[in-house]
């Protein structure tokens, strides 16, 4: 028989794990959804309480009820949620949606944020890389000058010291 | 008192402008050297005095309003706008802050009491604290200015003086409203100080970084207060408004979180420029920035920029902030500029996979965080210029925008402190990664056992699959900090033969910073699963006759009476619920509507039994006019608990890394002196 090899063992731990998950995301395929608690959590309520449609609670509002109404009129009616959306829009003005939509302008309220972390993120990597290649750079430099073999001993010792797992601290 | 109050606030402004101005002249001709008639040392002291001083004239000023609000002197504007006679005492001192100029007041007196505290200690360093000194002299010289000229809080009332007073906002009446703003603010007005600090030490080219050291106090005490602000105000939101949520996104809520952000990164890259003397000039910025903050928050919500359910006090101060704003950046840029070779950083990055870098990438996180918040806050005044109509940038677009950076963000808190200084060997992650990895997929699996489930009919439900998502980081991150308690105490353990709960307790107390950095942590992970929680938040909704009955998961809660309640402050309507769990009567329930005097405005008394596992909340919505029965909404909100459980970690911890860590111990040896050698020895024997 052939003998595992830890890459092997890592190998099946792993695609046992994605089995495992795969098999627990299938069963979670057949829960009902409310499309009206989503239409509502994607809607404002238009008295001016600043809150969602589906989490006004005013007592007495004089509009909550009739948006409530109008969109269970809209969802039975058998409107895609996109219909729903721009006939609200339509009536009641752009303020009525709790999100900019996806177009024109307001396209640009969903690109900006992922843009800048994008550009973040690369410019960090990049800077970090250029960083650590004159580093080495610099300790090769380093290196070839001290060609002392206790001087190269030395130098591993305190790099061995001070390169301790999760040590330095805060 | 009216008189006495304007006088006092007259008088704190010039003492400030004194200070301001003096404190300038001596530092400029300290730095010159110039030949003077007056030591400039003393010119210096005479400023230091006059803060202090300035301190005890805002005193006066807010003793006498509080004395206007106890005695119901309707006299005055603001007293008559902000309360009543009947308004219960510790609501009096709630008025002090419930409206602009009263809260403009708070912020100028506690701005002065940090300025007190500071000039008192001055000694610690004496020049750094007089620049310090002088720069919150100008910071306190405006809001006084605020105060004097354009909203005074002792402006009289014209006309004859009504019997009684409009009363206090309704959703200001709530035992937090007495201590939320006042944290909210100790935090906001704080972040001046290290602000002061780090400006100073730039101006006058300070050596070394001791300054940071300096300041750090300063800088974690006013991130405890703004943290412990903020989650007061969400449990307000929560237990007040009565929509079943504790953060909505709102412009004031959003204020009070950007500098928050952009506070929390400073605190993390700090470290790297005490320990190695790197990204001073991004340090600088982040401060800076945390300041500005605080002032565009404010600007933002008093003057009316934005509108929000939390902004109480609105008026046209905008331009003064707008103002101030200018002139605080531009002496920014012109000392950075002028100052930025003082900046250089001593050491750079090794490797992309270290702790250094993971400090770097958290405070890109957090500032990218910054930016999403503040361009939602933002967006609706930027349409209406572009498009000439305003949109709404509500909830769905930060769950959908801010939640994926937040998990992120999780991830760099359990990744970080792993990773080693200066670069990281594939052995060392091997060792530190293993158990958070197991951690972390095996409550992947867990929950999806439990029923967190991410899709649901065929599509991706993003509600659920953040809630997983974060559920497993935070057990991979709780297993990353426990694990380095265990690996810290298990050395100590043998070094010392205790147990190991004792050697962590002795680990913690030998290095406060890191450990109690650490239980910070361990608090964000606890506040992260109850934010998780909201994921599975249900409710229901019906109007309840007598014995009528509705249940949400375990309870049901049926209907045994409805009644009224009348006092001098407010009448009320509440209904009296039975919650029954297995068949078995738990306990009562009393959600309330109440309707103040003399205002007429209604509000919700939410009511809300809380266990570990979730909170039953019962809001009464009134009643059906036309049957007249009680309208009830019940929630059953899932880990909510472990969100106000999460913030006393998180103080906690914020408790222990101020306290200075052990030292070593040391013990003194008494060793008797050697016998001189005999002359001639000395002498080498010489006859």
């Known amino acids: ?41 994607r809607l404002m309520c238009t008295c001016g309480c ?11 509002c004089p509009e909550s009820g009739r948006e409530r109404e109008e969109l269970k009129t809209a969802i039975a009616a058998g409107k895609s949620d996109k219909e729903i959306l721009d006939w609200f829009a339509a009536k009641y003005g752009a303020t009525v949606l709790a999100a900019p939509t996806t177009q024109g302008f307001d396209l640009v309220a969903w690109i900006a944020p992922f843009a800048v972390f994008g550009a973040a993120l690369v410019g960090t990597v990049l800077l970090v890389r250029r960083w650590s290649v004159g580093k080495t750079q610099a300790a090769a430099g380093a290196d070839a000058a001290s060609a002392d073999p206790a001087e190269r001993a030395r130098l591993e010792q305190i790099r061995r010291e001070t390169d301790s797992g999760g040590d330095g601290g805060y | 008192m009216a008189a006495f109050g304007s006088f006092a606030l007259l008088i704190a402004l010039a003492l400030a402008a004194y200070n301001l101005l003096a404190g300038s002249l ?74 602009q100029e009263g809260s403009l007041l708070l912020w100028a007196w506690l701005l002065a009491a940090y300025g007190f505290v500071l000039r008192l200690t001055h000694k610690t360093d004496v020049k750094l604290y007089a620049y310090a000194g002088t720069i919150l002299a100008g910071v306190q010289a405006f809001f006084l200015a605020i105060l004097c000229f354009a909203a005074p809080p002792f402006a009289l009332f014209q006309g004859a003086v009504p019997e009684d007073g409009n009363g ?22 704080g972040f001046s100080v290290p602000f002061a600090f780090a400006l100073g030490a730039l101006m006058m080219r300070y050596p070394g970084e001791r300054w940071i050291k300096v300041t750090r106090v300063w800088t974690m005490v006013t991130w405890m207060f703004l943290t412990c602000g903020i989650f007061l105000g969400m449990h307000w939101a929560y237990a007040v408004l009565g929509w079943g949520g504790y953060w909505g996104w709102d412009p004031v809520e959003n204020a009070s979180f950007m500098p928050w952000l952009t506070g929390t990164a400073f605190l993390h890259s700090v470290m790297m420029q005490e320990k190695k003397g790197m990204m001073k000039s991004w340090n600088v910025w982040l401060i800076f920035s945390t300041f500005l903050l605080t002032l565009l928050g404010t600007l933002l919500t008093r003057a009316g920029l934005v509108s929000s359910v939390h902004a109480f006090a609105q008026s046209s101060i905008g331009t003064w902030f ?24 001593e050491h750079q990055l090794e490797s992309l996979v270290s702790r250094e870098s993971s400090f770097l990438f958290n405070n890109l996180v957090l500032l990218t965080a910054c930016f999403v918040i503040l361009w939602g806050t933002l967006f609706p005044i930027l349409s209406e210029y572009v498009e000439g109509s305003k949109v709404t940038v509500g909830a769905p677009f ?21 990773l080693p200084w200066r670069a990281t060997s594939l052995r060392a992650i091997r060792r530190n990664f293993v158990l958070p990895s197991i951690a972390l997929w095996a409550a992947v699996i867990v929950c999806l056992v439990a029923g967190v489930r991410p899709w649901k009919d065929g599509a991706l439900d993003a ?44 680990l913690t107390r030998r290095n406060t910073r890191r450990y109690g950095g650490y239980i910070v942590h361990i608090g964000v992970v606890v506040i992260v699963v109850g934010l998780a929680g909201s994921a599975f938040n249900r409710n229901v909704e019906s109007e309840m006759a007598l014995h009528d009955r509705i249940s949400i998961g375990p309870y049901t809660l049926v209907q045994v009476g409805a009644t009224q309640d009348s006092n001098a402050n407010y009448d009320s309507e509440y209904a009296l619920l039975d919650v029954y769990k297995d068949g078995k009567k738990q306990f009562q329930m009393t959600p309330e509507k109440r309707v103040y005097q003399p205002t007429g405005q209604p509000q919700t008394m939410v009511a809300i039994h809380s266990v570990p596992e979730w909170d039953l909340y019962v809001v009464y919505e009134g009643t059906n006019p036309d049957t007249g029965q009680p309208i009830i909404k019940a929630f059953l909100n899932p880990l909510v608990g472990w969100i106000w459980a999460g913030l006393v970690v998180l103080v906690l911890g914020t408790l222990v890394a101020l306290v200075p860590a052990l030292s070593p111990a040391t013990a003194a040896v008494r060793v ?8 001639p020895a000395l002498k080498g024997g010489i006859a």
């Open chain 1, 1 to 41: 028989m052939r003998r595992s090899t830890p890459l092997t063992f890592w190998i099946r731990a792993v695609e046992a794990a994605a089995l495992a998950v795969a098999v627990c995301f299938s069963l979670g395929a057949t829960d009902a959804s409310s499309r009206f608690n989503d239409l509502g959590h």
């Open chain 1, 50 to 60: 600043a809150q969602l449609l589906g989490e006004c609670n005013h007592v007495g």
């Open chain 2, 26 to 99: 001596a530092l400029r001709l300290i730095a010159t050297k110039q030949p003077t008639a007056v030591s400039p040392e003393r010119l210096a002291d005479t400023a230091r005095r006059a803060g202090i001083a300035s301190f005890v004239a805002v005193t006066a000023a807010v003793f006498a309003l509080v004395w206007s609000v106890f005695t119901n002197d309707f006299s005055l504007t603001y007293i008559l706008e902000h309360s009543n006679r009947a308004l219960p005492a510790a609501y009096k001192f709630s008025a002090l802050w419930s409206g």
């Open chain 2, 168 to 189: 206090l906002n309704p959703l200001l009446q709530y035992p937090e409203m007495v201590i939320h703003p006042p944290m909210l603010y100790l935090g906001y007005v």
């Open chain 2, 322 to 345: 707008v103002v101030f704003m200018g002139i605080v950046l531009a002496v920014c840029i012109f000392t950075y500029i002028l100052q930025r070779s003082h900046l250089k950083s």
């Open chain 2, 398 to 418: 930060y769950n959908r925008v801010a939640v994926p950076i937040g998990l992120f963000l999780l991830f760099l808190t359990g990744v970080g402190p792993l």
């Open chain 2, 463 to 506: 509600g659920n699959f953040y809630a997983l998502v974060a559920f497993a980081l935070s057990a991979g991150v709780l297993t990353a900090i426990l694990s380095e308690f265990f690996r810290g105490a298990r050395v100590i353990a043998k070094q010392t033969g205790h147990n190991l709960v004792a050697s962590a307790w002795l």
């Open chain 2, 672 to 679: 008797p002196a050697r016998t001189p050698p005999a002359e």
